[in-house]
């Protein structure tokens, strides 16, 4: 607590007392008992008494302690978020995920029985808050873009950051502006001229030391309230070897634990969809409900009722995958509770064998179905939610998911976990730009906390598809922080527009590294966002300020070169294809399955193409739903008559504009959906981003776009062309040209059939790049010169999301990019250029020779 003399304290005192700082809540009852179980409800009295008292604390305790559903409404119970009380303004609570803040909002409110818009969210594509709001779920990005507009957050009483480990881009930067707006609003409550601003830093019980002792973002230490867990022992259980192939692993893990061991929920950690749906389908073929009446009927109608040996049945089911020698002997082995693996003893743990209850019940559990609920956040809502629902009685909960169910949701009744180890980390090179979806080790911390997830309501056992050396030699302690290994342009810019120019000086709980800072800037510059730096002076050239057009595109929730779009998209009545491009874009690819290639997901699980081969050949009839897919997808382009020529057409781009404009055309219905393969939540999203964005068009800019109407008339000839000239100038740092162009002496002469294996060099990126199989480009004749949106490592770098591009626009519009040097001869046979010059130019500060036609 701070001593009575401080400042703050002082003019707390001061205050008169004031009746409308109770406000009772009425829970329903069944909520109101079950809360009271919470390990948070015991430290009330002194989280109140902290937070009162303190501009800045931090809570920290296991996941499933009540910390998120319950603090909020804590606040609201002593008067934050009401009118008249010594703290009026709205309680924000932060997540990084949208899904989290969704799905707490809505648990939230029911919990204190504060209907919305009292207790509302507001995420990027969705928001339900109205003036009288009390409550208000964000996410990171959300808050960080009020806080442009409003830099003390004046509507605000506090704001909770919630989920703090996680160490998100978002997460840090806010922790970083909010140590500062604290202060400032704490100075005017001194000075009596305002209310101050409380926060409140919530993270699981890792690294605490990031934010409690770093003296850069709080100079004295806030208090921390420490949540004791009541966690129950979790027995964890190494693998004796490694098995490369996690996903069969997994299956199998889970197999054994529902044919050898008691009731009890299991839940699955893997890394990304598909796995997830793999893993789901591959148990629902053997253990869903329809397979086990199935095997009932038939073993019914044979006469025989009796409980066979597991080995027996499950030869049956699926011969090829069963070692009866090998069951044999860990049936044998196996009486202990355990699965017949190497315990390894670990201090966090109990490691000791459970007790009778623990004992093998194959019979008993081999009658009971699974009941398998996949999990991660690309999901719909409505699914995602089936995971807090009780699971029918006479069946075994399986819960298949990715990280998400690591720390932000908790599923009840989880007595197993069954813990693959990897990870989907978005990796991001950055001298290059090459961005990667790489599957790694988790952190030792991530493993913690997955164990975790089992002793939640009981004793209960993880199950670790890995050895103990390879935790000892090969897992970090932490994750590293996300602001190490994600571009930052979008950060940068908005904290340049919220003034702060010294972007090297600002606090981050672990700051970026500089070089990426100066790409940042570099681009920022680039695209007319900064001032650029003066000449000759190195240090400025962090420190740039904001431009008018800068701050125009700090408006929009979408990445700068994407927000330069929006405001440079003016002419020829383009901002409203602009707007649903960009609205395509910011959401991520539609396409179901073979095109899921590359999709934006809050897991930062991206998806790469061995995983769809593999769906694809569990069974033949999979293989032929994926040429149906396929044939009706061409049918789709081919059908829409309007928007055929854009879908077929020479962008990545355009096709995206396509599948919005042929999806309105027809209503927005889930059957065209259903019908075409896209995914509905993708484009709902869509739209509601168009909405937005147009929304902010309209507040900030005036009437230069008509109000928002889904349905979209295809574009004019003309407005294509502006289209591709717009995206050129967003992109024009992002050109890959086909290497026999670029170096012509490296022409070998071949003939092309297709984009397939051919190379292309990219502006920064010192390797080959190529055209990736998604891209509709990819069955053409190779274009000489590209667009291309990004560079993503599989098996090799693909460059992804292309337009076809005309040389002579780069001059023009990417001049600040080009040097010209003197004009070359054009080598006899090289290029298709009409004999043209060829021009040496330098771009992004590496000489690349690009062809430029003369105007
Ligand atoms: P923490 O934030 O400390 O991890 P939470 O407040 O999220 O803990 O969870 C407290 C309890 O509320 C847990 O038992 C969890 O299962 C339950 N819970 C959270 N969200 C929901 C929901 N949407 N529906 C039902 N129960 C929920
Ligand atoms: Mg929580």
Redesign the pocket.
């Known amino acids: 607590l701070p001593p009575p003399s401080t400042p703050f304290a002082l003019a707390l005192r001061a205050l008169p007392p004031n009746p409308h700082n109770l406000v009772p809540l009425q829970r329903p009852p069944a909520v109101a008992a079950s809360r009271l179980l ?1 390990p ?1 409800v015991a430290e009330e009295q002194q989280l109140l008494e902290t937070v009162l008292l303190n501009t800045v604390s931090v809570v920290c ?10 603090v909020p409404g804590m606040l609201y119970e002593a008067g934050f978020g009401s009118p008249g009380s010594d703290n009026p303004g709205m309680i924000a609570v932060t997540q990084p995920r949208r899904v989290a803040a969704m ?2 909002a ?2 939230v409110s029911y919990e204190l029985a504060l209907p919305p818009p009292l207790v509302a969210h507001a995420v990027r594509y969705d928001q339900t808050t109205a003036p009288e709001t009390r409550i208000k779920f964000v996410t990171d990005g959300v808050l960080l873009r009020e806080l442009a507009s409003d830099f003390l957050l004046e509507r605000y009483s506090v704001v909770i950051v ?1 989920e703090a480990h996680e160490r998100t881009l978002g997460t840090d930067v806010l922790v970083g502006v909010l140590s500062r707006v604290v202060k400032l609003r704490e100075r005017r409550f001194v000075e009596g001229t305002g209310k101050p601003l409380r926060l409140i830093i ?1 993270s ?1 019980t890792l690294r605490i030391s990031d934010f409690t002792s770093n003296t850069v973002l709080f100079p004295t230490p806030p208090p921390l309230i420490h949540v004791p867990a009541r966690q129950h022992p979790v027995t964890v259980h190494f693998s004796r070897r490694t098995a490369p192939d996690y996903v069969a692993e997994a299956v199998r893990k889970v197999e054994r634990i529902h044919t050898r061991l008691p009731g009890g929920g299991v839940l699955v950690f893997l890394t990304g969809q598909r796995e997830i749906e793999l893993v789901c389908k591959r148990l629902e073929r053997r253990w869903g409900r329809k397979e086990m009446e199935r095997r009932r009927r038939a073993s019914l109608a044979a006469g025989d009722d009796a409980p066979v040996a597991v080995s027996a049945r499950l030869g049956d089911v699926e011969a090829e995958e069963v070692d009866l020698g090998e069951r044999g002997d860990e049936i044998a082995a196996d009486e202990d509770g355990d699965l017949g693996e190497d315990v390894n003893s670990d201090d966090e743990y109990n490691v000791e064998d459970e007790e009778g209850d623990e004992k093998p019940s194959e019979t008993d559990a081999f009658d009971v179905p699974m009941h398998i609920l996949p999990l991660y956040s690309l999901l719909p809502g409505d699914k995602q ?1 089936r995971v ?1 629902q009780d699971p029918p009685a006479d069946a075994r909960l399986i819960v298949v998911a990715t990280n998400v169910a690591e ?6 009744a989880i007595r197993y976990v069954v813990d693959s180890g990897r990870a989907k980390e978005r990796k991001y090179d950055i001298s290059s730009g090459i961005q990667s979806y790489q599957v790694s080790w988790e952190s030792k911390a991530s493993a913690a906390q997955r164990a975790g997830r089992a002793g ?1 309501t009981g004793p209960g056992h993880c199950y670790r598809l890995y050895s103990s050396a390879v935790f000892e030699n090969h897992f970090e302690p932490f994750a590293q922080p996300e602001i190490l290994r994600m571009p930052i342009e979008g950060v940068v810019l908005q904290m340049k527009s919220m003034n702060i120019d010294a972007v090297v000086n600002f606090p981050f709980p672990t700051p970026p590294d500089r070089m990426a800072l100066r790409k940042a800037e570099s681009l920022l510059v680039h695209l007319g966002a900064l001032e650029p730096p003066s000449p000759g002076n190195k240090d400025n050239a962090l420190s740039g300020r904001i431009t008018e057009l800068g701050k125009a595109m700090a408006l929009f929730p979408v990445a700068p070169r994407f927000a330069k779009m929006l405001v440079a998209g003016k002419q020829h009545g383009c901002l409203p294809y602009v707007i649903a491009i960009v609205a395509g874009l910011s959401v991520g690819d539609p396409f179901l399955r073979e095109d899921v290639i590359g999709q934006k997901d809050d897991d930062g699980a991206r998806e790469d193409e061995d995983m769809d081969d593999e769906l694809a050949n569990i069974k033949n009839e999979d293989l032929r739903a994926k040429e149906e897919r396929k044939r009706r997808r061409k049918a789709f382009f081919d059908s829409q008559a309007a928007y055929a020529a854009l879908g077929n057409g020479t962008s990545d781009i355009f096709r995206i504009l396509a599948v919005v404009g042929a999806y309105e055309y027809e209503g927005g219905t889930a059957s065209f959906c259903a019908k075409h393969f896209v995914r509905p939540k993708a484009m709902e999203e869509m739209r509601k981003l168009r909405a937005q964005i147009t929304a902010i068009v309209r507040a900030n800019f005036g009437d230069i776009v008509p109000p928002f109407a889904p349905r979209l008339d295809p574009p004019s000839e003309v407005q294509l062309k502006a289209l591709r000239q717009l995206l050129t100038a967003g992109f024009v740092d992002h050109v890959a040209v086909r290497k026999d162009v670029a170096y012509p002496a490296s022409a070998t002469g071949a003939k092309y059939a297709s984009c397939r294996g051919v190379a292309y060099r990219a502006l920064g990126v010192d390797e080959d790049v190529f055209v990736h199989p998604s891209s509709v480009l990819f069955h053409g004749l190779p274009p000489e010169y590209l667009l291309f949106l990004e560079v993503v490592r599989t098996s090799k770098p693909y460059i992804k999301t292309l337009t076809v591009v005309n040389p002579a626009w780069l001059a023009t519009l990417g001049r600040s990019l080009c040097t010209f040097s003197k004009p070359m001869q054009l080598p006899p046979g090289a290029g298709a250029l009409g004999g043209g010059k060829l021009k040496a130019a330098r771009l992004g500060g590496e000489t690349r020779q690009v062809h430029v036609v003369p105007r």
């Not at 720390?407 to 009840?412: E, G, Q, R, V």
Request: net charge positive; proline share 4%.
């Open positions: 919470l948070i305790g296991e996941t499933g302690s009540g910390k998120t559903t319950q799905s707490t809505q648990r919630d919530m699981a939610m807090f720390t932000s949701l908790t599923i009840p939640r």
